[in-house]
C-alpha cells in the first residue's frame, strides 16, 4: 500500500513571498513518481511538479520547486514569489507504479494575502 | 498539453434514476483511466480504475453494480451511477493516462457536479 501526508490543512502567505508545503509518503516500490496538484476554485486538477524517485535532482518549474527527501519519505514544495492566482488547493500524490494507481493527500488549502 | 473532456459539467436529476458521465481524452489515446470522487473540502478519493476493453477495478467499498463504468475505446469512458440517491451526489472527476513509459502522469477532466434530489 502507498500512504500520502500533508499535515498543513490551510496555509497562507504574503503576495511575492516564499511559502513551502509540505508532504511525507509511504511506499514499498523502489520505483515511484510524485506529484505537486494545484485545485482551483474551478475544480480543475492542474499538475505543479512531477518528481521522480530514480532522479536526486530536485524538480524546478519556474517559481514551483521541490525538496525531495527519499530516505525520509519527504516531497515538500516550494513557492517563490507568491502570486494571488497561486491561492488554491494543493494535493501531493504519489504514483508507485506496481499500483497503476495514485493516491492523494488531503491537501493543503493556500491563502495569498495581497 | 493533453485535453480530457467531461461531459456533463453538472446534473440534476431525480432519486432513482441513473445518469452517465463521459470521459474523452480528446487529443491521445489512454490505456487507463481513472474515477474519483470529490466530497467538498476534502480530497479525491478514487473509485476505480479502468482500462480499455477489460473490466473496471473497483476500489474497496465502492459499489460496482451502482457505478458502472464502461471503457469501450481508447478515448472514451463512461460512468453510470445507477438508481442514483442523495448520497450519491457529489463532484466526479475522471482522469486519463496515455501509454505507460510516458512518467505516470494523468490528465483530469474538468470534473461533473452531481445533485439528486
Known amino acids: 500500500a502507498q500512504t500520502v501526508t500533508q499535515s498543513q490543512p490551510e496555509m497562507s502567505v504574503q503576495e511575492a513571498e516564499t511559502v513551502t508545503l509540505s508532504c511525507t509518503y509511504d511506499t514499498s516500490e523502489s520505483d515511484y513518481y510524485l506529484f505537486w496538484y494545484k485545485q482551483p476554485p474551478s475544480r480543475q486538477m492542474i499538475l505543479v511538479i512531477r518528481q521522480e524517485a530514480y532522479k536526486q535532482q530536485n524538480a524546478t518549474e519556474n517559481r514551483f520547486s521541490v525538496n525531495f527527501q527519499k530516505a525520509a519519505k519527504s516531497f515538500s514544495l516550494k513557492i517563490s514569489d507568491s502570486q494571488l492566482g497561486d491561492a488554491a488547493m494543493y494535493f501531493c500524490?504519489?504514483?508507485?507504479?506496481?499500483?497503476?494507481?495514485?493516491?492523494f493527500g488531503t491537501g493543503t488549502k493556500l491563502q495569498v494575502i495581497p | 498539453g493533453a485535453v480530457v473532456s467531461q461531459h456533463p459539467s453538472w446534473v440534476i436529476c431525480k432519486s432513482g434514476t441513473s445518469v452517465k458521465i463521459e470521459c474523452r481524452s480528446l487529443d491521445f489515446q489512454a490505456t487507463t483511466m481513472f474515477w474519483y470522487r470529490q466530497f467538498p473540502k476534502q480530497s479525491l478519493m478514487l473509485m476505480a480504475t479502468s482500462n480499455e476493453g477489460s473490466k473496471a477495478t473497483y476500489e474497496q467499498g465502492v459499489e460496482k453494480d451502482k457505478f458502472l463504468i464502461n471503457h469501450a475505446s481508447l478515448t472514451l469512458s463512461t460512468l453510470t451511477v445507477t438508481s442514483a440517491h442523495p448520497e450519491d451526489s457529489s463532484f466526479y472527476i475522471c482522469s486519463a493516462r496515455p501509454a505507460p513509459g510516458d512518467g505516470h502522469e494523468q490528465f483530469f477532466g474538468p470534473g461533473t457536479r452531481l445533485t439528486v434530489l
Open positions: 500524490a504519489a504514483d508507485s507504479g506496481g499500483y497503476q494507481k495514485v493516491t
